[in-house]
């Protein structure tokens, strides 16, 4: 059995893998004072984004996709000769991604199966990669095999980020009182916990060094890693430093293959530049 795997933009899975797994990545809507650009790259980079995110009069919004364009995704692979779809997308809690998915996959019954991640960025990246690696190796049950991938994953996920400020997640909406009133405090470093689809707080630092040696801290918690991404919102030389600092201190117990990215600017909205933050699978 044939199995394509669909997917939206929110996954931050670089391109070398979308291509090498066949994903179809279906791209949301970013909206900059009233024009609309396709995530991403598509119109503005992600550089230029977050350069242009602290000096902007009003705060960017998000959309998802279009029914028809999820519709186009599925018809598509099944015209392709899949047999079964995997849809799998961002937190459902926090976006209307997988609801649009799921009306899209009425018109294939039986054919496409929608999947809340729960998490966002290389946290559902990471389900949508488990769920491929798992339906190559069995090809005649793909989609269970899939699906139980996901499953596994998931249990063993883990989201967190060191935010410079609270105020795009307070202006986006998409954050807990409990959470915003972290913000109200003098010149601290938030830091969440992205965790079944909710937002958490689970700390705060005086400074970005000490937020990133509490998120290494959090990190090496974790044991022994299966995947690590180290993700940030423009602030590449603060991951750096966070990730020569985590190998200085535990190289035995991260992958050897580990990512490293720009957020998309779909999630960027909410978090503000100069963001650190990481996803990681335990063994």
């Known amino acids: 059995m044939k199995l394509g795997i669909v ?37 503005i980079t992600r550089e230029e984004f977050y350069r242009q995110l602290p000096s902007l009069q ?22 392709r000769g899949c047999d079964q779809v995997l849809s799998i997308h961002a937190a459902a809690a926090l976006t209307s991604i997988l609801n649009v998915a799921r009306q899209a996959a009425r018109d294939f019954p039986e054919r496409v199966t929608c ?27 793909g989609l269970q095999a899939a699906l139980a991938a996901v499953a596994s994953a998931r249990e063993k996920l883990r989201v967190f980020a060191a935010l410079d400020t609270l105020e795009y997640l307070k202006r986006s909406g998409r954050v807990p009182a409990t959470v915003a009133m972290l913000g109200g405090l003098l010149s601290i470093k938030p830091m969440i916990e992205l965790a079944n689809g909710e937002v958490k707080a689970i700390g705060a630092a005086r400074t970005t060094g ?40 535990a190289s035995q117990s991260v992958p050897r293959d ?5 957020v998309t600017t779909i999630i960027g909205t909410h978090l503000g530049p100069n963001g650190l933050g990481f996803a990681s699978i335990r063994k």
């Open 7 to 43: 997917t939206d933009s929110t996954c931050d899975i670089p391109q070398f893998l979308i291509e090498q797994y066949e994903l179809e990545v279906v791209p949301c809507i970013l909206v900059i004072d009233g024009k609309e650009y396709v995530d991403d790259g598509q119109g």
């Open 58 to 79: 009003t705060q960017p919004t998000t959309s998802a996709p279009s029914i028809g364009d999820f519709s186009a995704r599925y018809e598509s692979l099944l015209t």
């Open 115 to 141: 999947v809340d991640s729960t998490s966002l960025s290389l946290g559902l990246g990471f389900q949508v990669l488990a769920a491929a690696e798992a339906a190559a190796e069995e090809a005649e049950n």
């Open 210 to 249: 000490q937020a990133n040696e509490r998120m290494s801290r959090f990190l090496l918690d974790e044991g022994p890693l299966d995947r690590l991404a180290v993700l940030h919102t423009s602030a590449e030389p603060r991951a750096r430093e966070f990730l020569n600092g985590l190998m200085g201190k």
């Open 258 to 262: 580990i990512l490293m990215l720009n």
